[in-house]
Structures are given as structure tokens and as C-alpha cells.
């Protein structure tokens, strides 16, 4: 294989649902005249990105590995309470994006998405 000029990438595996979603999402905000009608959208999509991811890179392996009903419950109400923490965050910062920064975090989600 030749090298590649991109940097190693470990992505997640996404449900079927979450990537006809992030489609449909990125399509209508970049088809849009102004993409900024669709912070919140993007917004939403961005959190369910964080929350599929977070799910696919921890909880799954712990279930795969049948940690105990503990050590998983514990890391669900970990992850559960980073997200609660996370959520409006990032809804406030892509709420706050101009059309071209929009357009850039949607570009960067398709390219992901390779």
C-alpha cells in the first residue's frame, strides 16, 4: 500500500439509524441558503455523535469483556453524567457558529464518515 498523506484514524462503528440521520442532517444544512437555520439540528447531531462514540469506544468493550453489573453500571452513570455535562456545551458553541464555520463542521463529519 502507497503511504497515505492522512494521519491514522480509529472511528467508531455507527448504528444504521445515527448515519441516515447525520445524512439527512448534513444534506439539508449544506443544501440550505442560510446553513445558520440549522445550528440547532447540527447541534443535536453532534451531542448523538458523542454519545454513539462514547458508547463504541468504553461501554461496548466493557460489555464484551462482561465487566460485572458494577464496573458497568458505574461507567454508564459516568458517561451519562459527562454527556449531561457536554450536551448544552456543544448545543451553545455550534449555536453560536457563522454559516462558513457550520458548513466546516459539517464537511468535517463527512470526511469521518469515509
Known amino acids: ?3 497515505s ?3 491514522p484514524s480509529l472511528r467508531f462503528c ?3 439509524a ?3 440521520k447525520t445524512l439527512q442532517v448534513l444534506e439539508t444544512l449544506e443544501q440550505a441558503p442560510d446553513p445558520s437555520k440549522h445550528r440547532g439540528p447540527l447541534g443535536d447531531l453532534v451531542v448523538e455523535l458523542t454519545n454513539a ?3 463504541d469506544y468504553f461501554l461496548q468493550p466493557l460489555r464484551l469483556a ?3 453489573f458494577v464496573v458497568q453500571q458505574t461507567a454508564n452513570l459516568g458517561v451519562a453524567g459527562a454527556t449531561r ?3 448544552p456545551m456543544i448545543r451553545n458553541i455550534i449555536g453560536r457558529l457563522d454559516q ?3 458548513l466546516s463542521i459539517s464537511g468535517y463529519i463527512r470526511h469521518l464518515m469515509r
Request: glycine share 8%; hydrophobic share 40%.
Open 5 to 7: 498523506s492522512e494521519p
Open 18 to 20: 445515527l448515519h441516515a
Open 66 to 68: 462482561k465487566a460485572g
Open 100 to 102: 462558513s464555520q457550520l
Open 85 to 87: 455535562i457536554m450536551a
Open 1 to 3: 500500500m502507497p503511504p
Open 14 to 16: 455507527c448504528p444504521e
Open 53 to 55: 462514540g462514547m458508547d
